[in-house]
């Protein structure tokens, strides 16, 4: 590739240039889309775009979006975490990506440290057994990257999409099957969220399955903000369970670069027998794979396999569709100031959702 490469920030009016980009590239993902960068600038990050323009070849080679924060909301310049999730963005196609990655880290920790940045954690979308990230840990060792606490998932499942749906339905466990059909025959009805009020039902069954199974969730706003960003732009659907007109699960998924991720989901403590999680996901996948998708992410399981596990139960269910279990690279961090970055960390990503 040439040698004639600059990091530029990318301008508001070409974002349908950069999901472009994201979109074609396999290691694009939803969470370097333009519209993910709207969604934290609404839970108080600053979203920063970059692009690496190869100058030769007039085209874009490399990029990733930075989302930044400060404690206490400081202004930037006081200092400031960068975190690129599910990033950078690489043109795979370039004959030397070790030289892209490098290249684009240089002048990237350039740019950041002029800004007031502390450190810069990059959690990127490589498979951890894959050939990429082999010569990309060696790269990051060269430019004195450790790796971090993850805060995106670091295992998940990853269903391929590329069989009809009769060998997706063969391929799941004989209860999943059944549990399918057994919703459809009992009468649960799927459809699309079309209204505020519909995300607003949805988000009070979030509550009960946040309450029952522990764990953190964002605002109305924000999810509300999320289905306002990416259903219009079809990069995300949220799909309904209903029965005789009740509300009984729902499941956000996302879209991007040939992959569905199953963002969030929520259920009712009622008529849990009519299986409605299952005729949810089932849905969602044929979706997915009539949208052009090729793999859909099952978005998180427990970092083992032992019972004990917080998640277990949540793992059994993620486990039943046929998809094969993946560990990611994880998150990598550069310190610019070590000692004030100590200070502030626990300040910066205490008590945060991980997405």
Same mark, same amino acid.
């Given at each position: 590739?040439?040698?004639? #490469? ?39 990050? *600053? ?49 030397? /990506? ?17 800004? &007031? ?15 990429? !990230? %082999? ?15 993850? +805060? =995106?998932? &670091? ?36 459809? /699309?969220?079309?209204? /505020?009020?519909?995300? =607003? ?9 946040? +309450?029952?199974?522990?764990?953190? +969730?964002?605002?109305? @706003? ?11 732009? %079809? ?6 369970? *209903? ?26 403590? @009622? ?17 997915? %794979? ?17 019972? #004990? ?9 993620? !486990? ?16 610019? *100031? ?16 991980? +997405?």
């Amino acid at each position: 590739m040439s040698r004639h #490469s600059i990091l530029r920030l990318f301008p508001i009016e070409q974002q349908h240039q950069w999901d472009a980009f994201i979109s074609a590239s396999p290691s694009g993902h939803l969470l370097q889309s333009w519209g993910w960068g709207e969604l934290k600038a609404s839970a108080g990050w *600053h979203p920063l775009r970059l692009a690496l323009w190869d100058t030769q070849r007039e085209q874009i080679v490399a990029a990733a979006q930075v989302l930044r924060r400060t404690p206490l909301h400081l202004p930037l310049a006081l200092g400031h975490l960068a975190y690129i999730p599910k990033g950078p963005v690489f043109d795979c196609s370039s004959h030397d /990506v070790s030289y892209l990655v490098q290249t684009f880290f240089s002048q990237l920790h350039s740019i950041l440290i002029k800004q &007031g940045a502390l450190a810069l954690q990059a959690e990127f979308a490589c498979e951890v057994e894959s050939q990429d !990230s %082999k010569s990309l840990i060696r790269d990051l060792d060269l430019m004195h990257f450790q790796q971090v606490q993850a +805060i =995106q998932p &670091g295992r998940t499942i990853l269903l391929d999409l590329t069989p009809d749906e009769d060998t997706l339905l063969a391929n799941m466990k004989e209860k999943w099957r059944y549990n399918i059909r057994l919703a459809g025959r009992r009468g649960v009805q799927i459809r /699309v969220a079309e209204t /505020v009020e519909d995300v =607003q039902n949805w988000y009070g069954l979030l509550q009960t399955t946040s +309450i029952r199974d522990r764990f953190g +969730i964002h605002t109305l @706003e924000y999810y509300l903000r999320a289905w306002q960003i990416f259903a219009p732009r %079809k990069q995300a659907r949220l799909f309904l369970a *209903h029965y005789n007109g009740q509300p009984l699960a729902g499941i956000f998924v996302g879209l991007m670069a040939k992959q569905a991720v199953y963002l969030y989901g929520a259920s009712s403590n @009622e008529q849990r027998q009519l299986m409605p999680n299952y005729l949810l996901q089932w849905e969602a996948i044929r979706w997915a %794979k009539q949208a052009g998708a090729v793999t859909y992410d099952f978005w998180g399981i427990p970092e083992t396999d032992e019972q #004990s596990e917080a998640m277990a139960g949540v793992y059994r269910f993620k !486990s039943g569709w046929g998809g094969r279990i993946v560990r990611f690279l994880g998150n990598y961090e550069c310190l610019y *100031h070590p000692l004030t970055m100590r200070f502030v960390r626990k300040v910066l990503l205490r008590h945060q959702p991980l +997405i």
